[in-house]
């Protein structure tokens, strides 16, 4: 079936460093979304691709689609303290939204 | 605006028992979700509806009915709680279409049953 993997599951950063987070899919994703999830809440909506090769930025939030819409990833410049919660990506699938394992970002003052 | 709201917080049942979980939005929206999440497994879709009066199976829908007798408000059930069913319940509702558009999420019901 129609998988939405992440990369990676977990990331310590030093506060002021960069992340990275990956999301891949098996198949061809009309959108694809990004939530945001502080420990103990709820998930959050970021932003939504639509576009093949889409790039989006919110402050220091990179957003991007890829060119075969299978894939998208998330890049944060400057990680600050308050960046810590795990993010996921989202695609619709048949009948479903498929959401990704997540990637657990911890960033260290 | 309250947005979307979840009722209870935190509950605990013992196997076989059964309850309610109640989810309400108050933006108008026609899409509804149900979601349970179990660590390191994201979140996997249990039941939603497209509108008031209308239902339909996710992913993961055994043990669990639903309903959406008004447009506001929907409802989780399970009929016999068993430990399988431990997990964090979330709620969402969208308004630009099924699988389109920001999903807006319930603070969520933590849920243990022993």
């Known amino acids: 079936g129609q998988q939405v993997m992440q990369i990676p599951q977990y990331q310590h950063v030093q506060e002021g460093e960069d992340f990275t987070t990956y999301c891949n899919s098996s198949?061809?994703?009309?959108?694809i979304q990004w939530y945001k999830q502080r420990p103990g809440g709820h998930p959050v909506f970021l932003i939504q691709l639509v576009k093949s090769g889409e790039v989006k930025k919110q402050k220091r939030l990179t957003f991007q689609f890829g060119e075969a819409k299978k894939n998208s990833s998330l890049h944060i410049t400057a990680t600050q303290t308050t960046d810590v919660g795990t993010y996921f990506c989202?695609?619709?699938?048949?009948?479903?939204?498929?959401f990704g394992t997540g990637t657990r970002l911890k960033v260290l003052a | 605006n309250a947005g979307v709201t979840q009722t209870p917080k935190f509950r605990v049942l013992k196997t076989g028992q059964s309850m309610t979980l109640l989810c309400a939005q108050d933006?108008?929206?026609?899409?509804m979700y149900w979601y349970r999440q179990d660590p390191g497994m994201g979140l996997r879709l249990i039941h939603y509806s497209v509108g008031e009066g209308t239902t339909a199976k996710g992913e993961v829908p055994d043990g669990y009915n639903v309903s959406r007798l008004k447009k506001q408000n929907f409802l989780l059930g399970l009929e016999s709680a068993a430990p399988s069913q431990t997990s964090v319940y979330f709620c969402a509702s969208s308004y630009r279409g099924l699988f389109s558009g920001e999903q807006f999420f319930g603070p969520g019901t933590r849920l243990t049953v022993l």
């Open positions: 198949t061809t994703l009309s959108n």
């Open positions: 989202a695609g619709p699938g048949t009948y479903k939204y498929i």
């Open positions: 933006m108008n929206h026609e899409y």
